[in-house]
């Protein structure tokens, strides 16, 4: 999954360009990526707008196109995301019933599988595997916070994540 | 809130002859329903489509034609929905700074407030009130999955909420 990582690392920086949250994230099906995206609060106006959200309408698109069941593909979808899913994003996933979730940082304020086990609470057992690259992932969210407010290193304000 | 609820309860019956899992929802601004709505998973194949996410889109949609900044529209919005926010609902709604939640029965399984308390994860002050009109809600639900799966009268099969 390390190179699914870059790629989502890839759209994390993006995201910065883009004066979004640097998150980044990519889905990856049977080997092939086929949702990828950033967040995009800022640009819709829209503070549900994470990108695990972006990313599950790609694949409900893509289900579509190729006429295949949305349960089906989401069931054999690896999410690889630079930073935990907040808690609305983890239930959202869970809900989907993804196959695995790989994800970088750790979101220490929202985080919807360290701060809250919602997992666990929803007596799933799908694999969560937190810390690949973290400190890539760590480093973008430090720069963008900075950027905003000098005084704070890490991100304590702003979108919640 | 009553008459509120009283419109929630009339979208949620509308919910069950559509065969979505039946939970209505009002958002009031201003003494106005500026969205309504019921759950939209089976319409739109989607399991993130929660009448609460359908009616965030439609105040982003009246925000967006009325030239007011979406912000300072949930600020000012009363959420009135028949059963208890699930947690993926819950943080989306927290994290749009609504005024209020106001709900009927609770969500015994995935409930945001109650099973997991989301609102104090996030350190909200939101107020949330439930059990306005909880047993029409609940019989609903009932009625619902009992249509489903007669050994099962109450809600445990089917869509996670």
């Known amino acids: 999954m390390e190179r699914f990582m870059e790629q989502a690392l890839e759209q994390a920086r993006n995201a910065e360009q883009l004066k979004e949250v640097p998150v980044g994230c990519v889905f990856v099906y049977r080997g092939d990526i086929i949702a990828n995206g950033c967040n995009r609060v800022n640009e819709t106006k829209n503070a549900t707008r994470h990108v695990e959200f972006i990313c599950i309408d790609q694949v409900l698109e893509y289900a579509t196109k190729q006429g295949l069941n949305y349960k089906d ?3 054999e979808v690896s999410v690889v995301v630079t930073v935990e899913p ?11 019933n ?4 790989i994800y970088g940082c750790r979101n220490d304020r929202f985080g919807g599988c360290t701060v ?5 609470l ?3 057992k799908i694999p969560i595997r937190g810390g690949v690259r973290a400190d890539e992932a ?3 969210l430090k720069e963008f916070y900075k950027g905003e407010n000098p005084s704070a290193p890490v991100p304590k304000t702003k979108e919640r994540r």
């Open 98 to 101: 993804v196959k695995e979730v």
């Open 116 to 120: 809250v086990d919602v997992p666990g």
């Open 138 to 140: 760590m480093e973008l």
């Open 86 to 96: 907040c808690i609305m994003c983890a239930a959202a996933l869970i809900n989907l």
């Open 122 to 124: 929803l007596k799933t």
């Open 73 to 75: 593909v989401f069931r």
